[in-house]
């Protein structure tokens, strides 16, 4: 993963300077023969340059900060429609990946403090479930609690099979002589012909010690269970055992693309604080991104241990409870389901209808729960109104015109009323949850409040898409002061 990053690097250097590049003329086409040592870089910048630096942010925080659950088998396979040997187009389920991996970065770029709010919401569930089961005397991490809540891990139950000793016939026990001659042998009970599809496909029933046949009992694996939590893999009762080390190196955050997110983020705000200091014009993509780069660091650090990109799961086996006899276990793998498996489509939902309306609504829960429980919701909520308020930066700001500047202070106003509004009238669902549910008082003022809730939900996205898209108009009529350079700037390691 770290060499593709490094490669689309080169690349897109490459295309960068070549369309930089007055034009086509080598070093031939040169009929002037004074030369030149060291080149200072322009005084001036470009539009490019510009837009360039800020959405290369965007796109790299907003690919590696979102961490996804691991999605379904059949997703991970990634089969493509091939024409003979060459792929020409992706099937479905590799669609869906795809999709699902856009989606959550257009929604992070209109409306990032989601992000957040949902990071803080599985850190609290997995540090939770950590707590719990902590005491079990396994070296669990939040690595492990991170792997298995994103839906990491498959366990499968050991069926029980009863063990059948047969003594064939022989005429040495006065039986017919003709019958077979006398063998004891020891054999796992078939399974019924109506096996459940998740069962894996291979028979990977286990042996037995040799001295326990008389009173020992066969296993084979049953159907495959998405596990959520560490309580099923406490110690002692499912091989193999997870190693950190092994997960770790599932993941596809590659070191490169976290120090190009970090160098590019450092530089922007470097550059832009510079700017102001010395009364250069710093354009709204600019502002924009700095917000956005507040939102990226928190997400980031609630999913410092979740996997990145994770596309490969983990098969335990239960051992039984009175797996004593067990001489050995089978070692499983996804692959082996049936391609008509149910299971080769099921995943961890990134965020369920109800885990969104737990970060809307937890907040008017601080009376009854703690802090740290109401945490996920207040932090996308003011993760949200921190956001919306830098962009209120730019009130006095040179815009191409009057209406335009206009336009942008009533929808940051906008945007930054609709991120509050939720919290400034949480009150109404605090003193109706004091009510009796079917009561005409708990009626009014919860229906007021999830009213306010939904236009502020609306309104709030109507506003961040206005601002989204005048923010590129302001690029028709910038200030000249904003293409100057700040000359020490070019020294700070950077890409643009």
């Not at 699902?100 to 540090?127: D, S």
């Not at 708990?442 to 502020?456: E, P, W």
Request: charged share 20%; proline share 6%.
């Amino acid at each position: 993963m770290a060499l593709a990053s490094l490669q689309l690097f080169i690349l897109i250097s490459l295309v960068s300077w070549a369309s930089a590049q007055p034009g086509n003329t080598t070093n031939s086409d040169i009929s002037d023969s004074q030369k030149l040592g060291w080149v200072s870089p322009s005084t001036r910048r470009s539009t490019w340059e510009i837009i360039w630096s800020c959405l290369s942010i965007f796109l790299v925080c907003s690919w590696k900060c979102v961490h996804l659950n691991v999605p379904t088998h059949n997703e991970c396979v990634g089969e493509w429609h091939k024409i003979g040997p060459v792929p020409v187009f992706p099937k479905k389920p590799l669609l869906v990946k795809w999709r699902r991996k856009i989606y959550w970065m257009i929604t992070i770029a209109i409306a990032p403090e989601l992000g957040v709010g949902l990071a803080a919401k599985q850190f609290q569930e997995v540090r939770g479930n950590l707590k719990t089961y902590s005491d079990a005397g396994d070296d669990w991490t939040l690595v492990h609690a991170f792997y298995v809540f994103m839906g990491g891990v498959y366990m499968c139950e050991l069926e029980e099979k009863p063990v059948v000793e047969r003594e064939s016939k022989s005429g040495s026990n006065g039986k017919d002589a003709t019958a077979e001659p006398e063998t004891t042998e020891t054999e796992t009970a078939k399974p019924s012909e109506k096996t459940d599809p998740t069962t894996p496909s291979r028979d990977a029933s286990i042996n037995l010690e040799e001295g326990d046949k008389n009173d020992s009992v066969a296993y084979q694996p049953g159907p495959y269970t998405l596990i959520k939590s560490l309580g099923p893999l406490k110690h002692g009762q499912v091989i193999p055992a997870l190693q950190e080390s092994e997960i770790k190196t599932l993941s596809k955050a590659d070191a490169f693309a976290k120090v190009f997110a970090l160098v590019q983020s450092g530089w922007l705000i470097i550059q832009c604080i510079a700017r102001r200091a010395q009364g250069l014009a710093i354009s709204q993509l600019e502002l924009a991104t700095m917000a956005f780069i507040l939102c990226a660091v928190f997400m980031h650090l609630f999913w410092w241990h979740k996997p990145f990109g994770v596309e490969t799961r983990h098969v335990v086996v239960r051992l039984p409870p009175n797996g004593k006899n067990l001489s050995t276990v089978p070692i499983l793998s996804v692959n082996e389901l049936n391609s008509d498996s149910p299971i080769r489509d099921k995943r961890v939902d990134d965020m369920s209808a109800d885990i969104f309306m737990e970060l809307v609504g937890d907040h008017t829960m601080i009376l009854e729960n703690s802090v740290a429980e109401t945490l996920p919701s207040f932090a996308m909520y003011l993760t949200g109104i921190a956001f919306s308020a830098v962009h209120l930066a730019a009130w006095n700001w040179d815009f191409p015109s009057p209406l335009i500047q206009a336009l942008w202070r009533w929808f940051a106003v906008a945007a930054l009323a609709a991120s509050a509004a939720p919290v400034v009238t949480s009150p109404l669902a605090i003193v109706a949850s004091d009510y009796d549910d079917e009561s005409m008082m708990f009626t009014c003022l919860a229906g007021a409040y999830s009213l306010i809730v939904l236009l502020s939900l609306v309104a709030y996205v109507a506003a961040r898409l206005v601002i989204l898209v005048l923010t590129f108009y302001c690029f028709t009529s910038m200030p000249e002061s904003a293409y100057g350079k700040i000359s020490w700037t070019g020294w700070i390691p950077h890409f643009a």
